[in-house]
């Protein structure tokens, strides 16, 4: 296996850099995972696909305001910084730029008045600085929601990148596979006698960072915290004893679902996911996936390689490249089933 197996080439014109209006208008591949169709449509065709019975597992994690600007105390310079992930109150993992010139010790000026400021107590080989922002609550007042790099067209509502039914603070990124679904969409499809269960991962650094190394399995996958309920784990439980089908909403809530299923069967989980789902893999809970089109070589295109097979994919991908269809996260949507 390698990384470039996972490699191609996407025309600019091609990186959605504004969301569907409304939410579920946006297009729809519908992809057998047998390879024997593959049909398009809209995504609120999506409940012609449904069962009674289905369970959908969706992401509530909601989006943080992770992106900080500031400049140095001492000798003055900007600084930015992207939180990543929240290790105890107050203490941070994050990216900064310039990250060559901050050491353990500076301090960030982030506001004048009242003060508000950041430490660097660490910095790693890989890059990752961890921080301490003693007064979190200001994050909601300071911070922007950071929106991926490759979107460069400003957008209007912050709330357009988060899912209607975000609620759980922790994400540097939306689970994008969410953002199709409008709360009449979801009436809908509860009304078809499909059933939502919630979990929670808090999307981190793999969501926009390709895989460097040639060989995939020598990439070290970013931790991410997750929490799967006893209520949830009983129902996914019960709806695999019964034949039904388990439905995720994106690749986070497959490694959430996935994680909570380590040993064979699910169980209740709280702490940091870190499986990490290639071609090969032997998926236990998972039936079919609603997904985006992910960037090249990345963890999320290999977990939808894993499900689909790699041929399979990168074809689907080539016919919706083909037909203009809009990737990345804001996106067209695929099922696969």
Not at 97 to 116: D, H
Not at 239 to 255: F, L, N, Q, S
Request: with cysteine; hydrophobic share 45%; net charge neutral.
């Amino acid at each position: 296996m390698k990384t470039a197996d996972f490699d191609y080439v996407l025309p600019p014109d091609l990186i959605a850099q504004t969301p569907a209006e409304p939410r579920d208008h946006s297009r729809l591949m519908v992809l057998s995972r047998q390879g024997r169709w593959l049909e398009h449509r809209r995504f609120f065709d999506i409940v012609d696909y449904l069962k009674p019975g289905d369970v959908l597992v969706a992401n509530d994690s909601r989006v943080i305001p992770a992106r900080l600007f500031g400049h140095k105390v001492a000798g003055g310079g900007e600084v930015s910084f992207l939180l990543l992930r929240r290790l105890s109150p107050g203490v941070w993992e994050a990216l900064a730029k310039p990250a060559r010139r901050l050491k353990p010790g500076t301090a960030v000026q982030i506001r004048a008045e009242p003060s508000v400021s950041a430490q660097v107590l660490s910095k790693a080989e890989t890059g990752i600085i961890t921080i301490h922002l003693p007064d979190e609550a200001a994050l909601e007042e300071l911070g922007m929601v950071p929106l991926p790099p490759y979107i460069h067209a400003p957008l209007p509502d912050p709330e357009r990148y988060q899912t209607v039914y975000a609620r759980v603070q922790g994400s540097v990124a939306a689970p994008t596979a969410g953002l199709h679904f409008t709360s009449e969409l979801i009436q809908r499809i509860q009304e078809k006698g499909v059933e939502f269960s919630f979990v929670t991962l808090h999307v981190g650094l793999d969501s926009f960072r390709p895989v460097q190394v040639a060989d995939p399995r020598d990439h070290v996958l970013y931790r991410e915290y997750c929490e799967l309920g006893p209520a949830v784990a009983e129902k996914l439980a019960q709806a695999k004893r019964e034949g039904r089908r388990i439905i995720c909403i994106g690749t986070t809530a497959v490694r959430a679902v996935e994680e909570a299923a380590r040993d064979g069967e699910i169980k209740p989980f709280q702490g940091w996911a870190d499986i990490y789902i290639l071609p090969g893999y032997r998926f236990r809970i998972v039936d079919a996936l609603i997904t985006n089109f992910h960037l090249p070589r990345s963890t999320l295109l290999m977990l939808v390689s894993a499900f689909a097979g790699r041929e399979l994919t990168l074809y689907a991908y080539q016919e919706a490249m083909h037909l203009g269809y809009r990737f990345y996260s804001f996106g067209d949507a695929m099922l696969i089933i």
